[in-house]
């Protein structure tokens, strides 16, 4: 279901939908009440949900939607604003799914490919997700990249936890991995596969021995929610400065820093060029941007790259991790969460060829195992982790080394 408040925007991206053979649209309305009505009337899986509509708004209609319904997959679609960034984050904390930024001109709408693909790719994904969810078997399929429409990529995320929203992801997605069954397995035990696509246990590294010099966290889909949960367990007095990079566009990584600094009360920075790292402080790659780290005498001070995008995204975890690399080598923590695509994971060999390590979060609890996956069944992790776990392991590594 297609919801915006304008008949051509309506029409452009029903249009834009239907060129895929996997996607159908079943009904399309103008506002949040006429969208819950349409609920009950189609077998809707995925809407595309704008914010700002006369009658019900998409704020106010989310959380009614998915009350009528609670597996329904809500992208919402908005022009990027900070006012409707703050909306959106508060549609993600309501139990939406996803948010695209929409171009803002019906002219820009209808020729933005990187638009009308990646809206695609979130559809399909979420589609499969809920039919996952319903135990309904779902075949890989061939997701177009944004950047590289010929390269497959099978559909993405696990089941959606009820009330862990996700945000914008700009990575093509992973393999779906298949969820280790039973209880969370203690640290540095194998996990068996449930289901074919994984051959073997995931196998583990050793824990770290020495203390890290710096905390290095990569997420996409589902990463501002497990952020916050990390963050806000972690608390401050952590000596480590902690860099994230987040797969988000410009203004978005603005609200998310003062976000993860009222939910966590870590002094949390958007990084700018030439910001001094500082112990205890948590410092957001800005959207549009790489963010990568580099020695001024005795300071690491930030660079911010406008070079390509990488794993087709910028922010992109691969060159953050690199240039870490050459300033901390062995003395690097890596934490990889819930995301989709493989952004983390070449950067994540690297830290380990250095002496790093490299932490990921588990399957059940992530949005999409697309990012922790990779770097997981790659055999680079001392540790895959449930979200709750995360924030008790990284204080226990950073404090003193793990036994």
Same mark, same amino acid.
């Given at each position: ?81 900070? @006012? ?194 500082? /112990? ?58 819930? /995301? ?5 994971? @070449? ?52 404090? @003193?080394?793990?036994?």
């Amino acid at each position: 279901m297609v919801c915006d408040d304008s008949a051509v925007i309506r029409g452009l991206i029903s249009r834009n939908l239907e060129t895929d053979p996997e996607i159908h649209v079943v009904t399309t309305v103008s506002n949040g009440q006429m969208a819950l009505n349409a609920l009950s009337r189609h077998p809707i899986e995925v809407c595309i949900l704008d914010i700002e509509m006369p009658v019900m708004d998409g704020l106010t209609a989310l959380p009614k939607m998915i009350a009528a319904q609670p597996d329904l997959q809500v992208v919402m679609a908005s022009t990027l604003t900070r @006012r409707n960034a703050e909306i959106s984050m508060k549609a993600l904390a309501a139990g939406a799914a996803d948010y695209l930024a929409k171009p803002t001109t019906s002219m820009a709408l209808n020729a933005a490919a990187e638009f009308k693909t990646e809206l695609a790719a979130k559809v399909k994904a979420l589609g499969a997700a809920r039919r996952r969810a319903a135990g309904i078997a779902v075949p890989h399929s061939n997701l177009s990249s944004a950047a590289a429409s010929a390269t497959p990529t099978p559909p993405g995320p696990a089941p959606r936890p009820f009330g862990a929203p996700t945000m914008p992801g700009h990575a093509p997605a992973a393999p779906a991995i298949a969820r280790p069954v039973g209880a969370p397995a203690p640290i540095g035990a194998a996990r068996p596969a449930s289901a074919p696509g994984v051959k073997a246990p995931l196998s583990f590294r050793a824990a770290p021995t020495e203390i890290p010099e710096i905390i290095a966290i990569g997420s996409s889909t589902g990463g501002p929610q497990a952020l916050f949960a990390v963050l806000s367990a972690l608390k401050p007095g952590l000596a480590q400065p902690i860099v994230i990079t987040q797969h988000m566009p410009a203004t978005f990584t603005t609200i998310l820093a003062e976000h993860i600094e009222r939910a966590s009360g870590i002094p949390t920075h958007e990084a700018a060029e030439g910001m001094v790292l500082q /112990g205890g402080h948590v410092y957001v790659a800005p959207g549009e941007f790489h963010m990568t780290i580099e020695a001024q005498g005795a300071q690491k001070v930030v660079k911010l790259l406008k070079t390509p995008p990488e794993n087709y995204c910028r922010p992109s975890v691969d060159p953050m991790l690199r240039s870490l690399i050459k300033l901390y080598a062995r003395r690097i923590f890596t934490v990889i969460l819930t /995301g989709m695509g493989q952004d983390g994971l @070449r950067g994540g060999e690297a830290v380990v060829a250095a002496g790093g390590s490299v932490i990921a979060q588990d399957e059940a609890t992530s949005v999409v195992w697309g990012m922790p996956g990779a770097v997981a069944t790659a055999g680079l992790c001392s540790a895959v982790l449930p979200l709750a776990e995360i924030a008790p392991y990284i204080r226990k590594v950073a404090t @003193r080394a793990a036994s």
